[in-house]
Structures are given as C-alpha cells and as structure tokens.
C-alpha cells in the first residue's frame, strides 16, 4: 500500500518517513542525521544554554533562554503521548469559523513555489485546497490520521516531547506550520529551535490555537495561563531562539470569526449573549528565520 523506509541510523524512538504517494523519496528529505555540527544539533545543552545575545551568525538558532521552568513542563496526565494518540480521531479539533480563518491566513502568507512542513498534522488539512504546493510533508503521532490526509506527499510520526530532532534537511522549508498543537510540547524551545533550522531564510513559522485543548495533555503554564498570557508564551517561544524576526500576532475574536460576526456591531458581545453563536477564538502568532520578505 506504501513504501516505508527505515532510516538504518534512527533509535527505536526516532521517525520512521512514510511516502504515501510516490516511489521517490524528495533528495531534501534527509533521512540520515550523522551529523553533529551546530547547525544540525542546534538544541545540543552545550550550545542552546547559552546566554549570549549575540546576533552573528553563528548564534542562529540557539536558544538563547529556556522560557519554561520544569514545573511549567509538566502535564496531568505524564503518560505516553503515543499511547494517547494511538487511536486516530477523525474529528476537527475546532470550528469552521477558526478554519476558514486559518485558510485566510495561509492563503494570503504561502506561496505556490513553497515547500510546507505541517507539524502536528492530522487526518484534515487547513491548506487552501485551490493552491498546489511543491511539496508538503507532515508529521503527527497516528499514522492512520496522517495517511488519509490529502495534502501530504510525505510524513513522518514522531514524539517531540521524548525527542525534539527533526530527521529532515537544514534550510529545506519555506514554511513551518503548527495548529492548535503548541500548548502540547513540554521542550517548545528546542522545537522551535529545530523549526528554525529546517526553515530557509526567509521562511515562516505559523503557530496557530484557540481555547480548547485536551487538558490532561495541556502543560501546566498553557494549562493555568489566560488566552493574553498564551500569545505571550508563543511570543517568548520565538523569542528564546536567536534569529527569528519580531513575532507577528494575529486575533480574531469569537463572534468575528463568523461570516455573520463580520457584519454585526457588537458582536463579540452578542456572541457572549447567545444572541449569534459564537465561534472558537483564533489567535496566530508568526514569525519568519531572519527576515520578513517581500514579494512582488
Ligand atoms: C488537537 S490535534 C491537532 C491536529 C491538527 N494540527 C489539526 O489541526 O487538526 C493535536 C496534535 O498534536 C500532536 N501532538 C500532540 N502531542 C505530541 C507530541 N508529544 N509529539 C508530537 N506531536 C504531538 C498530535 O499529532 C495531534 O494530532
């Protein structure tokens, strides 16, 4: 049904690529990581520690700072995140007004040329469906949820909290996405900090989430904070790695992410009245590796 290739080199922990579409694996799909230069380890203790805020080069994509404390990191439920996707959910994990948002967004920041990373992906996929990518590959935790998603030409599944190494090539991405999944990851900073070194320069990180959560799953700081302190969190996220530009927040409030919201005044608070129903609040906070570009 479809081929998978095991990267001899990988622990029983690391990602195994599976390729449902084609036979030939992209050359920028790395699958080996041999490497153990900087720029392939950026999240290596001994470099990600560092205090400097030096902005040369070399500092790329360090974390400068671990923004949570260890008890911030810790979930209710500590058991495996693999045992608790194991099972695919073949729902939506918010509504329709926060997706089409989501779309609206992706549809006005990527481009068609773009290579895609969809982390934290699922059997759905919010990608205009009238744009086609150059490529778009997934990772997620079920396998059976990836693979009945139309969107990905390749995926991988993998733990980032037990391992935050993406097994993918440096500066092979245009852009990175991540939707209603951050409030999961219990090492963010060294996600991000892999995230910014699989992006081109130029290439963008898209976080998206709203207000629900599996909260036994949720870390403690996401779990305790308010909506206003979770942008912030996201916000620190990027800003612990040296290299991102100054991150962009984007926030619809629930009535307004309605068709019907758009039109009404008030609206949030008639949302809050019951008076138009309201949707899922939508927040995104972005930020691109190094420099926003501008096209023509
Ligand atoms: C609420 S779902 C969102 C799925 C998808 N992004 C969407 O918009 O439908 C949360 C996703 O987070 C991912 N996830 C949760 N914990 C994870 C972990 N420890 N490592 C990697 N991915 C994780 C799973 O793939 C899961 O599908």
């Avoid at 959910?89 to 290579?115: K, M, N």
């Avoid at 999944?181 to 963008?204: D, H, I, M, T, W």
Wanted: hydrophobic letters at 35%; aromatic letters at 12%; charged letters at 20%.
């Amino acid at each position: 049904m479809f081929n998978i290739r095991l990267n001899p080199k990988l622990t029983i922990s690391s990602s195994p690529i599976f390729k449902p579409k084609s036979s030939s694996f992209p050359s920028k799909v790395k699958m080996s990581s041999t490497s153990t230069s900087s720029e392939n380890n950026p999240t290596d203790q001994s470099s990600s520690s560092s205090s400097s805020s030096s902005s040369s080069s070399s500092a790329a994509g360090k974390v400068k700072r671990l923004v949570l404390s260890q008890e911030e990191r810790t979930k209710l439920n500590p058991y495996s995140d693999r045992d608790f996707y194991a099972y695919p959910r073949f729902v939506t994990h918010v509504d329709d007004g926060f997706i089409s948002t989501l779309t609206e967004l992706y549809r006005e920041r990527l481009r068609p040329e773009f290579e895609v990373l969809d982390l934290t992906s699922s059997w759905v996929s919010h990608l205009p469906g009238e744009v086609k990518y150059k490529r778009v590959v997934g990772h997620g935790l079920n396998a059976e949820e990836l693979l009945k998603n139309p969107r990905l030409d390749y995926f991988f599944v993998k733990d980032l909290n037990v391992d935050q190494k993406l097994e993918l090539e440096s500066t092979s991405f245009d852009a990175v996405l991540c939707t209603v999944s951050v409030q999961y990851l219990q090492q963010p900073e060294k996600v991000f900090a892999e995230v910014f070194r699989v992006l081109k320069p130029g290439g963008v990180f898209i976080v998206s989430f709203s207000n629900r959560m599996f909260y036994e799953k949720a870390i403690t700081a996401w779990r305790d904070g308010t909506e206003y302190s979770r942008v912030q969190l996201v916000n620190q996220y990027f800003q612990s790695v040296e290299g991102f530009t100054q991150p962009e927040v984007i926030k619809k409030s629930p009535a307004a992410n309605t068709a019907q919201g758009d039109q009404l005044p008030f609206s949030w608070s008639l949302g809050l009245l019951g008076i138009i129903p309201a949707s899922d609040p939508f927040y995104a906070v972005l930020a691109y590796r190094n420099f926003k570009p501008v096209y023509e």
